[in-house]
């Protein structure tokens, strides 16, 4: 198992970009950095390497020439080359991180609940979970409670790290911080 130095912060907020409408987020498992890109910049190349018949690249290429310069706006360029290269490797150097899995977000607000001692709170917590729109309503209950919002973040906070040190695990990496 390779032990690497990762930014567990960084981690947290991709798993916890569950849209993933705007970035999306990978694990370099030889360095521990996480990279992300603009979900604009990964279709623009992803459908100009399909485009150009580069559907099958294989391991080993080095570079990619087309034909003609590719007509891309400024704040692209500096990106490219890094794409390209996340794109070529995906799965042997680079790991998609994934979403946090909602069950494992819900069970984090119900475990917290059962911490809190204000029974006021705690009824509205609960009431906030149930129906559509319990993230956002166990969130918004949080925000008259700014003692126990500080505290929710904390325990949230040691909940994902330990479903993040698993999920590296699953990659062959011990974590450190």
């Known amino acids: 198992m390779k032990t690497l130095k990762v930014n567990f912060d960084d981690i947290q907020k991709a798993m916890e970009d569950v849209s993933r409408d705007m970035f999306d987020?990978?694990?370099d498992v030889e360095t521990g950095q996480v990279i992300s890109f603009s979900e604009e910049i990964m279709r623009e190349i992803t459908s100009r390497l399909y485009d150009n018949d580069f559907e099958d690249i294989g391991e080993g290429i080095e570079y990619i020439e087309?034909?003609?310069e590719p007509d891309l706006p400024d704040w692209m360029l500096d990106e490219v080359e890094l794409v390209l290269e996340v794109l070529l490797n995906r799965e042997v150097r680079y790991v998609h991180i994934p979403e946090r899995r909602t069950s494992d977000a819900y069970?984090?607000?119900v475990d917290f609940i059962g911490k809190i001692e204000n029974p006021v709170?705690?009824?509205e917590?609960?009431?906030?979970l149930n129906g559509k729109g319990a993230f956002r309503k166990f969130k918004d209950v949080l925000v008259n409670y700014?003692?126990?919002?500080?505290?929710?973040?904390?325990?949230n906070t040691k909940t994902i790290k330990r479903e993040i040190r698993a999920w590296?695990?699953?990659l062959g990496v011990n974590s450190i911080s």
């Open 25 to 27: 987020y990978f694990f």
């Open 121 to 123: 709170l705690k009824e």
């Open 146 to 155: 700014p003692k126990e919002r500080k505290l929710w973040h904390g325990y």
């Open 125 to 128: 917590l609960s009431n906030a």
């Open 66 to 68: 087309f034909d003609e």
């Open 107 to 109: 069970q984090s607000m």
């Open 168 to 170: 590296l695990k699953s």
